[in-house]
């Protein structure tokens, strides 16, 4: 069965600083999908980022991009220039392309990310 | 705004009721996935519909069943409630052409008395 884990329960940043989010993921499959997902105190699972693993190429979103090192099951979250409203639970998710498990997404743990003013 | 409504936003009732959810996916969207957070699980898949049929499922109690009609809508039946099926509910759709990227709706709150 499929797996992710965030390691960092609680994160802090500065205002205007960056910050990483780590995620590794555990699958024995070569075509998957990963995601982060922000979840600020309104509860909406909003996604932020997502990267297809067949693609070497990291994905990015304006202040967001992720480090997607495939081989070492990784897939952390880089937020540049940190905001306020950046303030939220963050979670990892992975869905395998395929299979009877097709569409389920699994999710890590979470990270709530505290930004300071 | 997502796209893909859920109602009610919140919903209380007391042990050994039945409750329904109600999602609507974005436009377009065949695929219609039901999540369970509570704070002991985080984040679980319970099942998926594509198209009106059953296409995955988690672990989803027995005493829970859902169903996705002819206009894409689905439910969720919650049966036998129990305290510890207190939990937002989810509500995700995504396009056709594979499991892509799902989209969520604002979550029922289920508090169960």
């Known amino acids: 069965a499929q797996t992710v884990t965030q390691s960092q329960p609680e994160m802090s940043v500065q205002e205007a600083e960056t910050v990483t989010l780590s995620c590794t993921y555990d699958?024995?499959?070569?075509?998957?999908?990963l995601f982060w997902y922000k979840q600020p105190p309104s509860r909406q699972m909003i996604l932020v980022i997502r990267q297809e693993a067949y693609k070497q190429q990291n994905a990015t979103e304006n202040r967001f991009s992720v480090n997607f090192q495939k081989a070492a099951k990784s897939f952390s979250l880089k937020i540049s220039d940190s905001q306020l409203g950046d303030a939220a639970m963050y979670f990892c998710a992975y869905v395998h392309a395929g299979g009877t498990s097709y569409g389920k997404l699994t999710f890590g743990q979470g990270t709530i990310l505290t930004v300071h003013p | 705004d997502s796209g893909v409504t859920q109602t009610p936003k919140h919903l209380i009732t007391a042990t050994g009721q039945r409750v329904t959810l109600r999602c609507s996916p974005r436009s377009g969207d065949l695929s219609v996935y039901w999540y369970q957070q509570s704070l002991d699980q985080g984040l679980q898949f319970l099942i998926q519909y594509y198209n009106g049929e059953e296409r995955a499922k988690g672990n989803i109690l027995e005493r829970f069943s859902a169903q996705q009609f002819p206009d894409l809508h689905s439910e969720l039946n919650l049966s036998s409630l129990e305290l510890g099926d207190s939990a937002l509910y989810f509500c995700?759709?995504?396009?056709?052409?594979?499991?892509?990227?799902?989209?969520f709706g604002p979550g029922t709150r289920l508090t169960v008395l």
């Open positions: 995700a759709s995504s396009a056709p052409l594979g499991p892509d990227t799902q989209y």
């Open positions: 699958t024995s499959e070569s075509d998957y999908y």
